[in-house]
């Protein structure tokens, strides 16, 4: 705890009317989030049919008998809205331990999440265990040397944990319980604590193509807090998106192919990040693209983004695309000391401009010594960009499911997913499965395939790179996840902040986007700007 006290230091260094701009058709069609054609408010179903509540708090029960009301509310200025640093202080100076911590954000969960006029259902399982081991991180005799020691931290349902089911939202993965995920060693090597998993958009919204995001079989449909059934969670980590939003959990991890991180943060006023394909290992996460996944942090503030990736970097032998460590000797935590926008060149497409969300987030980068060029964007497309997903999703499945999933699962590929859910296709898939079937018929040749990713690559790359060279850009601006497509192929970090909010109280981001292996500079941009501007506010139902 020495060591941590000291750490904590650092933290003091820190603290020295709207009209919406959409995205182009090209931007839409790119981006997971937006492939589905149902308005998020068309709902046929709401809660889930597979959740039993009774069931859910069950090994909580005694546990909570004693932690009252009284208790919650003495506790709020504590916990709720704190950063990570904030609430380790509070733990050292005695006010606050792991224990109430943990029961703290169950007993907020359970009063919030299921079944009541404020319900989100954004989690679809808890840790059984999660008290014990908060009351192990308080008796942990050892020197604490990581912030994300002790922190409850909730998972999308795509990634695997030992002691949970792994259901990436679909009834027929009900039972997939499976060891930890690469990721989750990471995190429980440093002590951080599985509070539990969130809903999401089922099998990561590439199923379905006409339900709503947020929605899945398992976890029923997740809700905004900043507007419920009014306002879209985005997708596909919609339930770590609305968790950390609610302030259900310290943070959240989600994962995204091409805006499913981006998407849903800067829908419910978080701070997402989406890193460079390899930083992260995908081991033990369900797929859809071996190409363009990758799992990263989605939290209330910059400073807890760049703890919980310190926790979640790092080579994975069993991860192709997966970068030495060696290569990158970084803690993006204590780099944030470092942050500083002056003289960086950020280009600002022109037609964004109409935002006044965005006009004013430039005005502030700039009283910060930014420079702001305005471009006009490459008009650059993004070919055979949904067979690049379906071509990799039906041979990555097989492949998870093989090497991560219960032996007891007894599906082996995407059409034997399509065969289980006519089973009861009322319960299982009342939007049906569109984007599945798609999968199943399309084919390529290895050559084929290869020519497809290599395009969009080399497109999504010059789509940036281009303004980049012309004007000796550091950065590129965008908004929510306008640009998540060409980010994606182009397999270049991207990170979205909260820059305020519309007319009609929906959230947005301010997004920047850089080259591979820019997270220290994107998360030192983003602290900045968060800095500067204190644009995220609660949602107000949930205080």
């Known amino acids: 705890m020495r060591y941590l006290l000291s750490f904590l230091l650092i933290i003091l260094l820190f603290n020295c009317k709207n ?8 931007e839409v069609s790119t981006d997971i989030s937006a492939i589905s054609s149902k308005d998020f408010r068309e709902l046929k179903v709401l809660d889930s049919k597979y959740i039993d509540k009774d069931q859910l708090w ?25 950063d990570i640093p904030t609430i380790q202080n509070y733990i050292l100076d005695g006010k606050l331990n792991y224990e109430k911590l943990v029961k703290f954000y169950l007993y907020r969960i359970r009063k919030y999440d299921r079944e009541n006029e404020l319900s989100l259902n954004s989690i679809i399982s808890l840790n059984p ?12 005799n050892s ?35 499976t060891q930890d995920a690469h990721i989750v060693e990471r995190l429980k090597a440093k002590g951080a604590i599985i509070l539990g998993k969130a809903n999401l958009s089922e099998w990561a919204y590439f199923f379905c193509g006409d339900c709503p995001s947020g929605y899945s079989a398992i976890g029923g449909q997740t809700l905004n807090p900043y507007g419920r059934r009014v306002f879209d969670t985005g997708g596909s980590s919609s339930g770590s998106g609305v968790a950390v939003a609610a302030n259900f959990a310290a943070a959240a991890i989600g994962s995204e192919t091409s805006g499913s991180i981006l998407s849903p943060s800067s829908q419910n006023s978080v701070v997402g990040l989406k890193p460079t394909i390899g930083l992260v290992s995908r081991s033990g996460i369900v797929p859809i693209s071996s190409t363009l996944d990758t799992a990263g942090p989605m939290t209330k503030n910059v400073i807890d983004n760049a703890i919980l990736l310190d926790a979640i970097f790092g080579f994975d032998a069993t991860d192709s695309k997966s970068v030495s460590s060696e290569t990158l000797k970084v803690s993006y935590f204590e780099e944030l000391r470092e942050a500083s926008i002056k003289d960086k060149r950020f280009g600002a497409p022109k037609r964004l401009l109409e935002d006044s969300l965005y006009v004013q987030a430039i005005v502030d980068l700039k009283s910060k010594g930014a420079i702001i060029v305005e471009i006009e964007e490459e008009k650059i497309d993004l070919p055979n960009f949904l067979r690049l997903l379906n071509l990799d999703m039906k041979a990555d499945l097989p492949k998870y499911l093989e090497q991560y999933a219960d032996a007891s699962v007894a599906i082996k590929s995407v059409q034997d997913v399509i065969e289980f859910n006519k089973t009861d296709s009322i319960n299982i898939m009342p939007y049906g499965q569109k984007l599945f079937e ?27 790179d281009i303004p980049f060279a012309a004007h000796n850009l550091d950065g590129f601006l965008s908004i929510n996840n306008y640009h998540a497509g060409f980010a994606a192929v182009a397999e270049y970090p991207a ?49």
């Open 438 to 464: 798609g999968i199943v018929a399309d084919n390529a040749t290895d050559a084929e395939f290869q020519a497809i990713k290599s395009t969009l690559k080399t497109n999504g790359r010059q789509y940036f």
């Open 19 to 26: 009209t919406q701009s959409e995205p182009k058709d090209s």
């Open 129 to 140: 265990k999660v008290i014990k081991n908060a009351i192990e991180a308080d008796n942990a």
């Open 495 to 543: 990170i979205t902040v909260p820059m305020g909010y519309t007319e009609e109280g929906a959230p947005k981001g301010l997004t920047f986007i850089s080259k591979s292996f820019s997270e220290k500079k994107l998360l030192q941009w983003a602290y900045i700007f968060e800095q500067v501007s204190n644009r995220r506010k609660a949602p107000k139902n949930y205080d």
């Open 143 to 177: 020197e604490i040397t990581s912030y994300i020691f002790g922190m409850p931290i909730l998972l999308k349902d795509n990634i695997n944990v030992k002691g949970m089911p792994t259901t990436a939202g679909a009834v027929v993965m009900q039972n997939n319980n």
């Open 58 to 82: 069950q090994p909580f029960e005694k546990d909570l008998e004693d932690f009252t009301e009284e208790m919650y509310n003495t506790l709020k200025p504590l916990i709720l809205e704190q």
